[in-house]
């Protein structure tokens, strides 16, 4: 399928130019790494922000993207009747933003008000974030970046800019690994009678933005939160950590394993029909397979799916019950041994 998208942008030097807003025919959005022949190395301040004032003299470009192909044309601005399909992307309207490896830099206020933005993809590259980038991204919970987990990236700088959920999946080339990071809670509160605030802080999601080194996640680190976690965090927050951890286990210890499976041993109960409610079929298979739940739990999982009517769901189930949960055989008599 081929998308057509307008880009406005300004340059930077002789070889880099600075996206300024983009229009496009869906709710999703993919940005070049060059235009023109130029490399597309920052979004501008306000970039995807809900309103924006531009200029007319700035230099505006008609691109077609490949879906299929991954690949760009620059297309005649005059050469179609393309310009009736095109909206502003940015506030309500954008959900998904891809942006090349070439970017290293988000302006001040790029998302601003982007109540819709759900998802950003990025590169390794991307070095500074703006102030207030993401500011009232309400539903932004998934950070996708094309590195391995343990190359350097700018996941430390997003992570620090929010504090609601945040799952963030290291898309490498060998392999891919995801890690959730929890909300957390700030506040100030005033020591009278000396004027002086102190800062207070909720969730085990702050300690969990602390656990990297030069920008590179310390995993080792990050489990050793769970057992507090597990005394302050919601079961569904706690679901989603060792969901992640197990499912991904690099740099993951027995220890650490054993902690995250008896504590989903535990809670089976809720677990299994939580996951049937978040329709996650995947990680119930996956439990399954590693012997980590038993069969009340898949019982619990179908009575969830049920009250869902869910169908789908309540087969799969089944399926697993028939295939890791086989009952033993009741011994069958004839009369004539009861003689």
Known sequence: MQIYYQFYWEKKDGENIKILRVFGESEEAVIPDTIEGYAVTETGDYCFA????????????????????????????DSADWSMRLVELGGER?????????????????????????????????EEIGS???MNCKKFHFLMIRCDVF???GAKQILSRISADMEVTFAGKSRQTAVFYPEYYESYDEIAPAHIFGRSIEGEGFRARQCFKEGIPDLSQYDLIFPKACAEEKKSTLLHI???????????????????VKYLKEQESYMIPK?????????????????????????????????????????????????????????????????
């Open 242 to 260: 060792l969901s992640l951890r197990l499912r991904y286990p690099v740099s993951l210890t027995e220890e650490a394993k054993e902690r995250y």
């Open 151 to 153: 190359e350097g990236s």
């Open 50 to 77: 809900a309103s924006a004032h531009l200029k007319t003299e700035y230099e505006h470009t008609v691109c077609i993207y490949d879906t299929e192909k991954k690949t760009w044309q620059k297309m005649p601005a």
């Open 275 to 339: 996951l049937v409610e978040q329709k996650n079929m995947e990680m119930i298979t996956f439990f399954c397979e590693n012997g980590w739940i038993t069969q009340g739990a898949v019982k619990a999982g179908l009575e969830q799916a049920s009250r869902m009517e869910w169908a789908e769901g309540t087969a799969e189930l089944l399926r697993l019950k028939s295939q890791y949960f086989t009952e033993p055989k009741k011994e069958r008599y004839t009369f004539d041994e009861l003689w």
């Open 132 to 134: 207030d980038a993401f």
């Open 94 to 126: 954008l959900k998904k933003l891809t942006l090349p490896d070439t970017v290293h830099k988000i302006g001040n206020y790029a998302f601003y008000n982007c109540n819709a933005l759900e998802t950003l993809e990025i590169g390794k590259y991307l």
